[in-house]
């Protein structure tokens, strides 16, 4: 029997893993613009083309692009001004990517933006490793030797504009879903040097840059850096008490802390790299399924993929497998505290929270805690991303039958009664599962299911929690599990899943959200932000010495 918590697989991808994918494959045409000088400009009515395009993409595949920013006038308000402010002359594809900027921002959706027209810059910009605290940025590694004595610092001021204001700039430049995720967007803006000059355009690249901090004892330190000097590419950090699991091949990876195995670390750093991804996605008929299965291929064992892709998914770590010898293994050493470390984690396919609920959660007590859904939102752009998808499909054993453009309310507590039956939406769910082969095998024998579970569980969160990652630190709090660290940048009650799209003329690649999730249908302030039980302070790390890993040693203490 399909239970309740096994709904259709959400395949919740972060902006930050897309922006990495979606970046190395800009065409060369894209690439040669950016390169010549000075870059060619687009007429002004090519341009024009392209914001009604994209207008239209919002309109057609968002679920309520209009319910944030201000209701449908605002939004056409919105959009005239954003064609009225194109020049005569026309802009280049950056400038034209910095123009539509504010206008996708206004949908204030963390899953819906643009992707830069330029390849990743990453370490380009201020020369720290930076990371947030209490709604503060810190430098949590430097670079250079002479800035050690910067570790710990928090961040204040930035061309001698407060952190506040720039916050306040960043608003209409990228959406999101709480303050926590608008922290992170901060911190890799600051990371960048190309988005650094979006959010600073006074910036003067060949002068020092003026950066104002104040160090842990009190002290105000102002700094002069210069952005052309080449960031080395090993930082210095603080010393660790925690020696984690490494994830240089795998994302998901489980290390006893103590010989007596009472204590399990549980690391899983991303939600993509995984078989059973692969093979929900090669089901679904997605095109780009065999050339990111390859990149995993190539990560893991360093050697070129095999072009047949069934091999190449079967030879990519399977969740299933890992997830089962971690539960036999807890099971036989009696394991006391499981820790799921999820602070890297930005997603991914939320398929890995069903494989890993399996194990440890028993079926009744994940009907409970089942009570959130989502809406989700068809459109041409949906069925020309899910090729293998279709109306009929979709309408098979409904009750009415929806069209290309209809809101699907099938997971809706409301509408899922009357839209099918019972055993029609069991049927449905299965088919869903069928999708990994890996995970569908090990469900139906139940041989492990709700194997072991150790009797305190814990979970640590960051604001780069996001999306999948979310998702599963939202089952587990559901379950029982107690939160250490910093809340996540993920609203729960919010839109996410993604379709990509091409402008027309620009040749702009962004991300659209297609579904409404409620996670907290009933509780708006948690559906907001989901605050850790033991919220690391800025006093834990100055107690801690910076050490990385705080939010460990806090999950550790009795």
């Known amino acids: 029997m399909v239970v309740a918590f096994f709904r259709k697989i959400k395949p919740r991808f972060s902006f930050f893993l897309k922006l990495s994918l979606l970046i190395l494959s800009l065409s060369l045409f894209s690439l040669f613009l950016l390169a010549q000088e000075p870059a060619p400009r687009l007429k002004k009515e090519l341009l024009m083309e392209d914001v009604r395009q994209l207008a239209d993409i919002l309109e057609k595949s968002h679920p309520d692009p209009y319910l944030r920013g201000g209701g449908k006038i605002a939004f056409h308000r919105r959009l005239q001004e954003t064609l009225l402010r194109i020049p005569e002359e026309g802009l280049t594809v950056k400038e034209f990517f910095i123009h539509l900027l504010p206008f996708v921002a206004s949908v204030k959706d963390g899953h819906t933006f643009l992707l830069p027209p330029w390849p990743a810059q990453s370490g380009s910009g201020l020369p720290f490793g930076l990371n947030i605290v209490e709604e503060s940025i810190y430098v949590e590694k430097v670079y250079f030797p002479d800035h050690k004595n910067l570790i710990g610092a928090r961040l204040e001021a930035i061309n001698n504009i407060p952190v506040s204001r720039l916050l306040d700039r960043l608003k209409t430049l990228v959406g999101w879903d709480n303050e926590y995720q608008l922290l992170t967007y901060f911190c890799r803006f600051l990371d960048d040097q190309s988005l650094l000059s979006i959010l600073l355009p006074e910036l003067d690249s060949n002068l020092a840059l003026p950066v104002n901090l104040c160090l842990p004892s009190g002290e105000k330190k102002s700094l002069f850096i210069s952005l052309k000097e080449k960031t080395p590419p090993i930082p210095f950090e603080a010393s660790t008490k925690i020696i984690l699991p490494s994830t240089e091949k795998i994302d998901f990876v489980y290390a006893f802390l103590d010989s007596k195995r009472e204590t399990c670390l549980l690391r899983i750093d991303g939600m993509f790299s995984y078989r059973e991804n692969f093979e929900f996605f090669r089901a679904m008929g997605v095109a780009w399924a065999q050339a990111q299965a390859a990149k995993v291929y190539s990560r893991i064992y360093q050697t070129k993929a095999p072009e047949d892709l069934d091999k190449l998914i079967a030879a990519i770590p399977a969740a299933t497998e890992v997830f089962r010898n971690l539960v036999i293994e807890m099971k036989k050493a009696q394991t006391k505290k499981l820790i799921i470390d999820l602070r890297k984690n930005s997603g991914g396919n ?199 890993n705080t939010s460990v040693l806090l999950a550790l203490e009795k």
């Open 350 to 548: 939320s398929l890995l929270v069903n494989i890993l609920a399996y194990f440890l959660f028993p079926e009744e007590a994940m009907k409970k805690a089942a009570t959130s859904f989502s809406i989700k939102k068809y459109s041409d752009l949906y069925f020309a991303n899910y090729q293998n998808d279709s109306l009929e499909n979709i309408n098979q054993r409904r009750r009415i039958n929806l069209t290309k453009e209809d809101y699907d309310f099938a997971e809706d507590p409301y509408f899922k009664t009357k839209s099918m039956s019972i055993m029609e939406r069991e049927n449905e769910l299965g088919k869903y599962l069928q999708m990994s082969p890996t995970f569908y095998a090990e469900y139906m024998s139940g041989q492990y299911k709700n194997y072991y579970r150790p009797p305190e569980l814990m979970v640590i969160s960051s604001p780069w929690t996001y999306s999948s990652g979310y998702t599963l630190m939202s089952l587990m709090y559901k379950m029982g599990a107690k939160i250490v660290g910093v809340a996540s940048g993920q609203s729960g009650n919010c839109f996410g899943d993604t379709l990509m799209f091409q402008l027309k003329n620009s040749g702009l690649r962004g991300y659209v959200s297609y579904k409404l999730f409620l996670d907290f249908p009933e509780d708006p302030k948690l559906g907001y932000i989901l605050r850790p039980h033991r919220e690391l302070t800025y006093e834990d790390l100055i107690r801690h010495h910076f050490d990385p």
